[in-house]
């Protein structure tokens, strides 16, 4: 089966500027989740969908962040503005069932300069 | 506050020496214990899930065993092909995220 495919792999970006991560999960998986690892530190939870329902955004740093879902299948992530804080490598994970082995992408590695 | 220590952040072994990698976690109702492998450039690939005390899985060199306080990755008779970071993370309380520790990067060595 196909993977989780995130695009783009990088992204170089000056700050102010808008960017939008992609996330297509496993065909079938209901539950999905962007997670973030910035420089140094261990990898932190961003938000999980259901479907296409936000079922815990606690993660998100603040609103310059937005998460969509559409129709419960490819996940968008924009950040607008970006700031060089954002800086990281941004993954996106998903799973049939709540509790199991998620399946991560390869992530977009997002440099705000 | 829930939260995931692994020990060390940084092992060189030699092909064919065998070590144990650490987890400790302190997380409010456990309902899983996983172990990740990360090699440059991808995304957490996973190998297990360990979901109560006393509970170990196995695959190929790596064995992970579980305690209510810890979590240790044997990996016996290592490989070069065993260099990546190891990740370990804990799913518990009231939401479904994974908390994840700092991983261990694993050398070995031929």
């Known amino acids: 089966e196909a993977g989780v495919t995130q695009f783009p792999s990088h992204s170089v970006i000056e700050k102010g500027q808008t960017v939008t991560l992609r996330c297509d999960p496993i065909s079938g998986h209901d539950n999905l989740y962007w997670y973030r690892r910035v420089m140094g530190k261990e990898i932190k939870f961003l938000l999980h969908f259901v479907k296409e329902s936000k079922q815990d955004e606690s993660g998100m740093p603040n609103n310059r962040f937005l998460a969509e879902r559409t129709g419960g299948t490819y996940s968008t992530l924009k950040v607008q503005p970006a700031e060089l804080e954002d800086s990281g490598v941004y993954f996106c994970?998903?799973?049939?069932?709540?509790?199991?082995?998620?399946?991560f992408g390869s992530g977009t590695r997002l440099t705000v300069v | 506050e829930d939260q995931v220590t692994q020990s060390p952040e940084a092992l060189r072994l030699q092909e064919g020496e065998s070590s144990s990698l650490n987890c400790s976690y302190t997380?409010?109702?456990?309902?899983?214990l996983f172990w990740y492998r990360q090699d440059p450039g991808k995304g957490p690939e996973f190998l297990f899930t360990?979901?109560?005390a006393g509970e170990e899985k196995e695959k190929e060199r790596l064995k992970a065993t579980l305690t209510k306080k810890e979590s240790f990755l044997h990996i016996t008779a290592p490989k070069p092909e065993d260099s990546a970071t190891y990740l370990c993370?804990?799913?518990?309380?009231?939401?479904?995220?994974?908390?994840f520790g700092t991983g261990t990067l694993l050398a070995v060595q031929p």
């Open positions: 997380v409010s109702g456990l309902r899983g």
């Open positions: 994970a998903s799973s049939q069932d709540r509790g199991y082995g998620y399946t």
């Open positions: 993370a804990v799913n518990g309380g009231a939401t479904n995220k994974l908390i």
């Open positions: 360990l979901y109560s």
